[in-house]
Each structure stands twice: as C-alpha cells, then as structure tokens.
C-alpha cells in the first residue's frame, strides 16, 4: 500500500470540519481518508489516502524504489 498525504485548500472549499469532509467524502464517493486531525496536526488541511494498486503495480513501484536506494546517499 502507498500512503499519500494531499493538501487541501480549506478556504477554497469551505472546509472547517475535516473529519465531517472525510465523512462526506466516504458517502458520496466511497473513498477513505483520513483527516489530519486525527493525527493531533496544527492545521488539519492534509489528509492521508491509502492507495492499494494491483499487484504487479505495486512489485514495479518495489523495484523503482530498490533502484533509486541502491545508489542513494543523502547529502
């Protein structure tokens, strides 16, 4: 699975209640989030996708990212 943490505009969309947005959100569209409330943030304008691609979606993804940490060193 592969976390994904949008931000949102809240003011654009006149959200003020995060987790009344993610509620919505699951009944009108049937996708899941979880607001950023729930995760005690100053300002809840994130809010965390799972993303559940099909298998061979994700062992490619698996070995991009192998590839990318075989050389890779922070400066």
């Keep these: 699975a592969f976390y994904i943490f949008p931000k ?3 003011k654009k969309f006149n959200i003020h209640d ?8 699951l ?5 899941l989030v979880v607001p950023g409330s729930g995760f005690d943030w100053a300002e809840p304008d ?7 691609p099909e298998a061979p979606e994700l062992h ?3 070995l991009r990212m192998g590839r ?5 060193h922070q400066k």
């Design 60 to 62: 490619e993804a698996m």
């Design 46 to 52: 994130h809010f965390r996708i799972v993303m559940l």
């Design 27 to 31: 009944r009108e569209k049937r996708i």
């Design 18 to 25: 995060d987790q009344q947005f993610a509620l919505d959100l």
């Design 8 to 10: 949102i505009d809240t």
């Design 68 to 72: 990318f940490l075989d050389g890779y």
